[in-house]
Antibody, heavy 119, light 110 residues
Framework: QIQLVQSGPELKKPGESVKISCKASGYTFTDYAMHWVKQAPGKGLKWMGWINTYTGKPTYADDFKGRFVFSLEASASTANLQISNLKNEDTATYFC????????????WGQGVMVTVSS | DIVLTQSPALAVSLGQRATISCRASQSVSISRYNLMHWYQQKPGQQPKLLIYRASNLASGIPARFSGSGSGTDFTLTINPVQADDIATYYCQQSRESPFTFGSGTKLEIK
């Protein structure tokens, strides 16, 4: 069955970096784009951008340009999100989600990774 | 960016109909495709796709969920509402980047 399994929770200090992963299984990884979504505590969903899993090209929403990097380890069917120079407002749960042109939305989601930034 | 507007909360009695609306700041339709999708999210869980392309029921979703609309106005209907439906519901458009979400509607029981 199709699964997206994300890495575990992270506790970081301001200014540090974090890299979270999203490992896909049950389908051909390069056939579907991977999108990233942020959810701050008690808040709604915010679209961060996506990465073309075939070419590796990332696209970022405006609020996520600069400190955020989407990358791939295609041989491991894994998409990564790295956040550098962490700020308190980066405290959130980060989801990966598989985009399907057939659906136009996200049928499959990772379980989410809670990143806490605190001094 | 396309802004999606949802009411913050809706209170409904069990067994009754719930109608959740989502209004887009510009059309999210291309040709015959209405690129609006609905998700359910319960606390501590990832979102679950309920309806894709405005009116198509996602696999495994009960038939009491339905979606309608085109252009800028869309509706998610739950009929009848059950206790397990208590959650926050989000609309999302994939008409153009950024693929924005609505702010969510929290469904409560009266």
């Amino acid at each position: 069955q199709i699964q997206l399994v994300q890495s575990g929770p992270e506790l970081k200090k301001p200014g540090e970096s974090v890299k979270i992963s999203c490992k896909a299984s049950g389908y051909t990884f390069t056939d579907y784009a991977m999108h990233w979504v942020k959810q701050a505590p008690g808040k709604g969903l915010k679209w961060m951008g996506w990465i073309n899993t075939y070419t590796g090209k990332p696209t970022y929403a405006d609020d996520f340009k600069g400190r955020f990097v989407f990358s791939l380890e295609a041989s491991a069917s894994t998409a990564n999100l790295q956040i550098s120079n962490l700020k308190n407002e980066d405290t959130a749960t980060y989801f990966c989600a598989r985009f399907s042109l057939d659906y136009g939305g996200y049928r499959y989601w990772g379980q989410g990774v809670m990143v806490t930034v605190s001094s | 960016d396309i802004v999606l507007t949802q009411s913050p909360a809706l209170a409904v009695s069990l067994g009754q109909r719930a109608t959740i609306s989502c209004r887009a700041s510009q059309s999210v339709s291309i040709s015959r495709y209405n690129l609006m999708h609905w998700y359910q999210q319960k606390p501590g869980q990832q979102p679950k796709l309920l309806i894709y392309r405005a009116s198509n029921l996602a696999s495994g979703i009960p038939a009491r969920f339905s979606g309608s609309g085109s252009g800028t106005d869309f509706t998610l209907t739950i009929n009848p509402v059950q206790a397990d439906d208590i959650a926050t519901y989000y609309c999302q458009q994939s008409r153009e980047s950024p693929f924005t979400f609505g702010s969510g509607t929290k469904l409560e029981i009266k």
